[in-house]
């Protein structure tokens, strides 16, 4: 019995990386007060891009749904989770993005300017998250999670920042809780 337990989990080992569609990682040094590690994980059957942003209490995890439209960030300073509609003219397509991010990785000033999204956070909590997908429901599953939608135009208030790997620039604005 143990032999077969064993042999199942050194399948799935070795396996792992041949069934996902994509996994990028980099490293960035030059942020300021610490390291940082970002990784992307591209799921191209169920059009699906979780990233993943480790640096301490400034951690945050984002997930592009393109099946339902819909993206969502879980911040861990702030304990919550903001879900907005994706612009899908300007965010990269879920089949473009490993090599947009590959160029990127090479030489930082080729290619295009990375593109910028302003959200603006309203203080209206989202109670069922069923609607939004089952990985959109995962990320965010027991903590706050507000709604917010795109804004174009000058903020005065406090934004969270989540750069991604060079290609995009997510701003998420909204008054106090974001501060």
Excluded at 65 to 76: E, F, N, P
Excluded at 97 to 119: F, S, V
Excluded at 122 to 138: F, H, Q, R, S, V
Excluded at 160 to 171: E, R
């Amino acid at each position: 019995m143990k032999l077969i337990a064993l042999s199942v989990a050194l399948l799935g080992v070795l396996l792992a990386p041949t069934l996902a569609d994509n996994n990028i990682s980099e490293k960035n040094q030059g942020n300021v007060g610490g390291h940082s590690h970002q990784s992307v994980s591209i799921d191209n059957q169920k059009q699906v891009v979780n990233v993943d942003n480790n640096n301490g209490w400034h951690s945050w995890n984002n997930i592009w749904d393109y099946g339902t439209g819909y993206m969502a960030t879980r911040i861990l300073s702030k304990k919550s989770c903001i879900l907005t509609k994706m612009n899908r003219n300007v965010m990269p397509d879920v089949t473009t993005l490993p090599e947009a991010i590959k160029e990127k990785q090479k030489d930082r000033t080729k290619g295009p300017a990375p593109k910028n999204l302003t959200y603006m956070v309203t203080p209206k909590k989202i109670t069922n998250l069923a609607p939004y997908g089952k990985n959109i429901e995962a990320l965010c599953r027991g903590i706050p999670t507000y709604a917010a939608y795109e804004f174009a135009g000058e903020n005065s208030g406090a934004c969270f920042k989540a750069n991604i790997l060079w290609i995009l620039h997510i701003s998420l604005c909204g008054g106090e809780r974001m501060s």
